[in-house]
């Protein structure tokens, strides 16, 4: 099962405050262990929304609108993203609250949120093996 622990923006993370030494270190800290548990995928930090875009749909079939940030409202934005691999749902949860606390003064806050596996998208055995093979094909890729 893949759970990705979303870090929620605060209003300093969208004003391109960087994180201290020592919120680094707790971060780096916590990353290898997961790194050494063998349940770390991925994780990184954000850029503000000040440099992001967003893509919209109108309607279906429509044409592709493109917004340039920032983008308002800073508690529903993402700031960094964990990604791990885990056994079950409580062992997902045993990691994100070991997490330190993301922004280092008690304003953070973390989504943890389950991964859809090919399984759970389509029961067609063709359409699993092509997503499958996508996902080991980028695996491959990334070493």
């Known amino acids: 099962m893949r759970f990705m622990m979303i870090v929620r923006a605060t209003e300093d993370s969208e004003a391109g405050v960087l994180p201290s030494a ?3 270190d707790a971060m780096m800290r ?3 262990e997961l790194a050494r548990a063998g349940v770390l995928l991925a994780a990184d930090g954000l850029h503000p929304s000040s440099g992001a875009i967003r893509i919209s749909y109108p309607e279906p079939g429509g044409k592709a609108k493109i ?3 920032p983008f308002t409202e800073a508690k529903e934005l993402i700031a960094g993203y964990t990604l791990i691999e885990v056994k079950t749902r409580e062992e997902a949860i045993e990691w994100a609250k ?3 606390d993301p922004h280092g003064f008690g304003a953070g806050q973390i989504e943890l949120r389950q991964v859809f596996e ?3 998208l389509t029961q067609d055995p063709q359409a699993q093996a092509k ?3 996508m996902r080991e094909h980028i695996q491959r ?3």
Do not use: V
């Open 22 to 24: 020592e919120q680094l």
């Open 30 to 32: 916590y990353n290898m």
């Open 67 to 69: 917004t340039d940030g």
């Open 98 to 100: 070991r997490m330190p």
């Open 118 to 120: 090919p399984t759970d």
């Open 131 to 133: 997503q499958y093979e």
């Open 141 to 143: 890729q990334n070493p």
